[in-house]
């Protein structure tokens, strides 16, 4: 596979897609394109959304996606999906959903799975929002599942973050625990035509009010009906005031806030990507060492037991320890 | 902290609860104990349950404690928490059903959250369940909310899976994927009162005839109304003839399908405890190492790209190249 800088940088989708593959399969060439594409970067401004499942997120991210496109503005959507055994079906539901935005030269959508990788949000979430970003996207909405660790992540990625909630969850103000309250740069209450939808919002108000400090971003509450629409405008509008905050470079110390979480992500991004590149490292050298595999025979077997044979192998002095090699080691004098 | 062998083998649980806290905790000592008490594990039988949010697994697992406790069995429960900021509140009200166990001393039941855990099943609860094993529980309950991946992590270490859905799942036969299909040994209808739950277990039936080998176990399905214990004495019968099936040792050529899967998960939790305990030295030496102190602060403010620069530092010949060192250089002749 090979990669075209040009037509990525002009927002080509199927150039776009083609480089999506290979940073997902880690094939060498990616990480060329992504440190040629990396001067290009840092115009996009890009907004997570977030909830429990059932909330709408998808709707919302179809509606807003559309308000965008009215507005002119080019939009990349990155969909994180847990790829749940259990909401396989209403994921592939909420996609077609989509579908109509499918065809819009300016819009681009990908999936994510969360399969397979560390908890919270995939590493390479980073990447294709720089990735994005690159491909000249005006807007980037990230759209993730609020259960788990995933939900939290979404702070890491986005410059603002929306979690959305509706007022069926009930008791769900008092179940939100610090961590979303921390996050939550705007907070919708969806499918606002049901039942307890402004005393929601109220208590929320109420509740916001208590624990955020005054000289911080004060977090919006807004009410939304994603399936007919109402509510839209006035959520790009709480984004944008949130933006304005963002960008004001008196809030730290010269630097604005997004600068400071944008430094953030990319100091982040390396520490996951290196972790990630050691794993497989790691995986290989247990595959191809014969002392390594035949302790795995013994532990199967019951010789040895699994925690403390692991434990041993690495402590020091430990024939197994490893580290990172020193220059001279790599290439001896 | 100290750890006292005899009282653990006795099934004490303040001895217990001690050694799962130096687990947690990586205390150094927590490894001689599980290489101290491996000698005594095997007797014990792993249950796992898992299901999506809200069809009932905690009071299931209530109830049928209670049932094996008529049975003057000792159970040991290890409930896996996402510790979702959404679902917070409910686990604590789930947990709080389970009170009357608590004062139970033939009746040990411990949270394992998998926040800042990497996906899946936490690699502990591999370590929790042979503790367990060893202070001589007869059955050990291992129960997971069925979003993302660690309802399939459940397999790695149960000997029988029940999966629990309810009527209301409405389409969830269709989208039950694959995964979850293999992985059942039993399948509940919970909530069996609502309306579609016999349709819905006719429905079950006829798929699994559709997609199982004659000669495998073929999943029960089973009705139950957990909250008024209906269905639970049915539910271990169930269990017991699918532990007769696991522990007929003509099935693998001389091993029984138990022995099977229980040397597959010691091998795995040796090597998710060898990965564990490499990313903590990885780490403590990014943490020590000036290089890679140096190429973070080059990567936060753009003179360096993230991923490429994590991948380059990785390559043949790179300075921060790693590996696991031979018998020579660690004490060199």
Redesign the interface.
């Given at each position: 596979m090979n990669y075209d800088a040009a037509r990525v940088l002009g927002g080509d989708q199927r150039a776009i897609s083609r480089l999506m593959t290979m940073?997902e399969r880690r094939d060498?060439s990616?990480?060329?394109a992504?440190?040629e594409l990396?001067a290009y970067t840092g115009r996009a401004y890009t907004i997570g959304i977030t909830g429990?499942p059932g909330v709408g997120k998808s709707t919302l991210v179809d509606r807003f996606t559309e308000h965008l496109r009215n507005l002119d503005l080019t939009v990349g959507i990155i969909a994180v999906d847990?790829?749940?055994?259990?909401?396989?079906?209403?994921i592939l539901g909420d996609r077609i959903r989509m579908q109509r935005h499918f065809l819009d030269p300016s819009v681009y959508i990908r999936s994510v799975s969360?399969?397979?990788?560390?908890?919270g949000l995939p590493r390479i979430v980073?990447?294709l929002v720089r990735l994005l970003d690159a491909a000249g996207m005006d807007v980037i909405l990230v759209e993730t599942v609020?259960?788990?660790?995933t939900?939290?992540g979404i702070m890491n990625v986005a410059d603002t973050v929306i979690v959305a909630l509706m007022p069926e969850?009930g008791?769900?103000i008092?179940?939100?625990?610090a961590?979303?309250l921390e996050i939550a740069d705007i907070f919708l209450v969806n499918k606002a035509d049901r039942e307890g939808a402004d005393r929601m919002a109220a208590a929320m108000r109420a509740m916001l009010h208590t624990v955020s400090e005054p000289a911080d971003w004060q977090p919006t509450v807004l009410l939304t009906q994603a399936d007919r629409g109402a509510g839209i405008p006035e959520l790009w509008e709480a984004v944008s005031s949130h933006r304005s905050y963002m960008n004001d470079s008196a809030q730290c110390g010269g630097f604005s806030p997004v600068d400071d979480r944008r430094?953030?992500r990319?100091?982040q991004?390396?520490?996951e990507?290196?972790?990630?590149?050691?794993?497989q490292?790691?995986k290989t050298?247990?595959e191809n060492?014969p002392t390594l595999q035949s302790?795995?025979d013994d532990?199967?077997?019951?010789k040895?037991?699994?925690?403390?044979?692991?434990?041993?192998?690495?402590k020091d002095?430990?024939?197994?320890?490893?580290?990172?090699?020193?220059?001279q080691?790599?290439?001896p004098a």
């Open positions: 940073l060498p990616a990480a060329f992504m440190k990396d429990p847990p790829d749940s055994p259990y909401t396989g079906g209403a969360t399969r397979g990788q560390s908890g980073k990447s609020g259960v788990g660790q939900e939290l969850s008791d769900s008092q179940t939100l625990k961590g979303v430094s953030e990319r100091r991004e390396f520490l990507s290196l972790q990630e590149e050691l794993n490292l790691v050298q247990i060492n302790m795995l532990v199967a077997n019951g040895l037991e699994p925690y403390s044979a692991a434990v041993e192998l690495l002095g430990a024939p197994l320890r490893f580290r990172f090699l020193t220059d080691e790599v290439s």
